[in-house]
């Protein structure tokens, strides 16, 4: 006898993280940050292991409040979750069901479409357009009176694009007011266009925008699972009810208030990951490769058919990329030594070549 096991999730993918790197690789196949803790997060840490017999904090207040004060937001506005991309299927959750639509721009994060799947409404895929960005009028014309979600991801996982903060304006107006727009901003700190931010200004003037922040990108803690979301009241109280009870640890929690305390270190350190993405999309180009303009922590080369040409000759170099198969290689933006080492291997093609 066969075990009866849930209908319909033969459609949904699990889930596929980047690549491990072997030693002493590179890895840049999954957007962190090349950069080791900051000593003064390690040690708000190590101040709460004495603790982790006690569930923790699960409304997260002392956070909470912190990001409240930041944005001058009230408190109930702010949820938090394991990762941001817990909240994203918090949101889903929060406001769609069977026979919901849920629409995003494709391709972007590759969360989007199994966390639509998995809540029992059905995904809605508006292709990017030639400048591998969103395209916002197809994606207005694509809304019809089941949707209920629309996810903007600016900066575009995994392309870099983004839109201005004229076009998002443009779109949460002409968006009706009973779709929620979902502004996922895992990669607002890199972005040096005018929609840095653009996100929390939308939320202020708008009833029916959410904006996504992680603390796994810029803050560099990603292996401990926290990012948060400031959402319409309506939604956030949805939230609270399908969000898995004690997600998010106090460890979590205590790291990302000291991370919120150092972001003057932080930045310097942005700087460098802007700096050196910079120099990577650079390094493409001259190489002959198509490599898209960033304001992410990463570059994306649409190289189509030489997709696997790419990602195998940047392994060869003690790169480790995430490829999508015959359409392109995201590559994470590292280290100053990382990125020597994609020059190195590029070079090396030209050689051999
Ligand atoms: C990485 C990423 C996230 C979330 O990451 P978490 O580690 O779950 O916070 C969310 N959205 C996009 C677009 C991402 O690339």
Same mark, same amino acid.
């Given at each position: 006898m066969t075990l009866h096991t849930r209908a319909g999730l033969e459609a949904v993918p699990a889930y596929r993280q980047g690549r491990s790197a072997p030693?002493?690789?590179?890895?840049?196949?999954?957007?962190?940050?090349p950069h080791a803790p900051l000593p003064s997060v390690v040690t708000a840490v190590q101040e709460r292991l004495?603790?982790?017999?006690r569930y923790p904090d699960m409304s997260a207040s002392a956070l909470r409040d912190d990001l409240a004060a930041r944005y001058g937001v009230?408190?109930?506005?702010i949820t938090v979750g394991a990762g941001s991309v817990e909240l994203a299927a918090q949101l889903i959750h929060a406001v769609a069901g069977e026979g919901d639509e849920v629409m995003f721009a494709?391709?972007?994060?590759?969360a989007y479409p199994s966390l639509v799947r998995i809540a029992g409404a059905t995904p809605v895929a508006v292709p990017l357009n030639a400048e591998h960005a969103h395209d916002l009028d197809a994606m207005l014309a694509a809304?019809?009176? $089941? /949707?209920?979600a629309i996810f903007v991801c600016n900066p575009n996982n995994p392309t870099g694009t983004v839109v201005t903060a004229a076009e998002l304006e443009g779109f949460v107006a002409a968006v009706p007011h009973d779709v929620l727009v979902v502004?996922?901003?895992?990669?607002?700190?890199?972005? $040096? /266009?005018?929609?840095?931010?653009a996100g929390i200004e939308l939320f202020r003037r708008h009833p029916h925008v959410a904006v996504l922040h992680t603390?796994?990108?810029?803050?560099?803690l990603a292996g401990l699972r926290i990012g948060y979301a400031i959402s319409p009241l309506e939604v956030a109280e949805n939230q609270r009810k399908v969000a898995v009870p004690f997600g998010v640890t106090d460890l979590a929690q205590a790291a990302a208030r000291a991370s919120l305390d150092a972001e003057d270190e932080l930045a310097v350190r942005i700087e460098e990951v802007v700096a050196q993405r910079n120099r990577l999309r650079d390094l493409l180009i001259d190489a002959g490769w198509p490599a898209v303009a960033s304001q992410a922590n990463f570059v994306w080369v649409?190289?189509?058919?030489?997709t696997d040409e790419l990602e195998a000759l940047l392994r060869e170099g003690g790169v480790i990329t995430r490829a999508f198969p015959g359409e392109g290689v995201r590559i994470s933006s590292g280290s100053v030594v990382d990125i020597d080492r994609v020059a190195a291997a590029l070079v090396r093609e030209e050689v051999s070549a």
């Open positions: 030693a002493g690789a590179s890895k840049l196949s999954s957007n962190e940050s004495g603790s982790i017999h009230d408190p109930s506005l494709w391709r972007s994060f590759e809304i019809t009176p $089941r /949707t209920r502004i996922d901003e895992a990669y607002v700190h890199f972005d $040096r /266009t005018d929609s840095y931010g603390f796994s990108k810029a803050y560099g649409p190289a189509g058919e030489r």
